[in-house]
């Protein structure tokens, strides 16, 4: 049998959490939403690796119509933050649109809606997650092993709120199966390894391994830090709310908003030192190096961390403990990558040579090429992942052309290396919620997608992202192009997202 509803929500992370609270404040209340795990919370539910946390301060990380006064920190700890979301839907009762260890299998469009299939399962994978790599990775550790149902949805409108941060991007290093002890993604962490007096390497110095590795120091390891690239890193300034602090926001909305709209000002600002703007990348510049000297005294471990290219180019990294953890000698730092395992070996480019007893691969996630851009069919008979063959694509990052009434959230150019993406996320979430509620039929032209591209491609050439001397995640290598950051603003996206309510009125847009 076929169940027919309104609109199908893909994910329970922020993205599809906003979503179903924009439906609702749209007046549309015929939605579900389906979520592969067993619970809510998306990357924060997923990743549980020693000191995550978000490098988005608490209280602009949020959602706007859910401001929350009792973080317990400048930014939140990861846990902090799942039990945030969950309490959202407790709050909103969106837990009866939830349905829980339902997995999205195909999607295709019908003429007149989507056929969405999935599998339904009732109970969470009860082994260890502790297994060696490959297949440590690859499978989501809250993903059932009972008996699946298979179910299908007719609906009018599909929303894609999978996230970009789901499946872990695994090296390609010879021999990566053959370590003999425990082996897993960063995202994947095996609370049954063991820390204390082990020998453990760490693979990458992204967002997650700075958070990670000096915890793995001060739980008594002994660490190896592959380094392929060093990061560009600046002043955390973390420290923890007084209760008097969270008590006067609790009791005054108003100081409360007043603390959220200073973030987003700062975060805002910040966008000139990301985006190549000289004089501001040049103070932002010279900030992280003294943030360097600071913490690192030995000259060679410093120029061994000192980027050789510019700032901005990657993901700029906040952390006030990363530097005093390598520079305590309680971590080794091996400046090359990691190019072979040999069994307990690990050889690095440099030629040198480890022994580990524990190897973490804190190598970031496959957020380029959309992981379940294979699995939904448009009405030309292309999946999303043969249309975005050359990089993802989209027009106001949410609409693509041959999906009608598919929206897409935190996809194409719709990341943020400046401010919260939650910003992004909840824009696009009312976006979705104000066509879906018209009740009409959305869709966009081969031309009006070209045309977003091409001002995409404008607003990021010359930038640090393409032309900063760096590989980073912003762009796919496959085209060479900026797919996943957007290249301005907040301020920027809400005046794209406007043209684009004006423009749908605009028959040019309707193939």
Request: charged fraction near 20%.
């Amino acid at each position: 049998m076929t169940e027919r509803v309104g609109t199908v929500i893909v994910g329970a992370g922020f993205a599809g959490i906003a979503a179903a609270l924009a439906l609702r404040s749209a007046g549309v209340t015929d939605f579900v939403i389906l979520e592969r795990a067993h619970a809510v919370g998306g990357t924060w539910r997923d990743n549980t690796y020693p000191g995550v946390a978000c490098d988005v301060p608490a209280h602009l990380y949020g959602l706007s119509s859910h401001p929350w006064p009792h973080w317990s920190r400048t930014f939140a700890p990861g846990g902090e933050i799942r039990a945030y979301l969950e309490h959202v839907v407790r709050a909103e009762g969106l837990d009866r649109h939830l349905r829980l260890g339902a997995e999205l299998t195909a999607a295709h469009w019908d003429g007149a809606g989507w056929m969405v299939s999935l599998t339904r399962s009732s109970s969470e994978r009860s082994e260890s997650k502790r297994s060696n790599l490959p297949q440590a990775v690859s499978s989501v550790s809250t993903r059932s092993q009972a008996p699946s149902l298979n179910e299908q949805l007719s609906c009018e409108h599909l929303i894609l709120a999978c996230g970009r941060l789901t499946e872990p991007a695994l090296p390609d290093v010879p021999g990566l199966g053959s370590f003999p002890g425990p082996a897993f993604h960063s995202a994947r962490w095996d609370d049954a390894a063991p820390i204390e007096g082990a020998r453990v390497a760490v693979v990458g110095t992204g967002a997650s391994a700075i958070q990670l590795v000096p915890q793995l120091a001060r739980r008594g390891a002994r660490v190896t830090l592959f380094q392929r690239t060093p990061a560009w890193i600046v002043p955390r300034g973390d420290r923890p709310y007084g209760e008097d602090e969270r008590d006067r926001w609790a009791g005054d909305p108003a100081a409360l908003g007043s603390l959220r709209a200073q973030l987003h000002a700062e975060g805002e600002a910040r966008f000139a030192s990301r985006s190549g703007d000289a004089t501001a990348a040049a103070a932002a510049r010279e900030q992280a190096l003294a943030h360097l000297a600071a913490q690192v005294p030995d000259p060679a471990l410093r120029a061994a961390l000192t980027p050789d290219y510019a700032f901005g180019c990657k993901r700029v990294l906040l952390s006030d403990d990363f530097y005093p953890a390598l520079a305590s000698g309680s971590v080794t730092l091996e400046p090359s990558a990691l190019t072979r395992v040999d069994r307990g070996t690990l050889v690095a480019a440099s030629g040198a040579r480890y022994e580990a007893d524990v190897l973490v691969l804190a190598t970031g996630f496959e957020a380029a090429r959309q992981p379940y851009a294979h699995r939904v069919t448009g009405e030309s008979g292309l999946t999303l992942d043969q249309h975005w063959s050359g990089g993802m694509t989209a027009v106001g990052s949410t609409l693509v052309t041959g999906f009608p009434n598919l929206f897409v959230l935190n996809g194409p150019n719709a990341s943020l290396g400046h401010n919260s993406a939650v910003l992004i996320m909840e824009e696009q979430a009312r976006f979705a919620a104000e066509l879906i509620a018209a009740g009409r039929e959305v869709r966009v032209s081969a031309e009006a997608e070209a045309a977003h591209t091409a001002e995409i491609a404008a607003r990021a050439a010359g930038t640090p992202w393409l032309d900063g001397g760096c590989r980073n995640w912003y762009t796919d290598a496959r085209s060479g192009r900026l797919t996943l950051l957007w290249p301005g603003t907040v301020a920027d996206f809400r005046a794209r997202l406007d043209r684009v309510r004006a423009a749908l009125n605009d028959p040019a847009l309707i193939p």
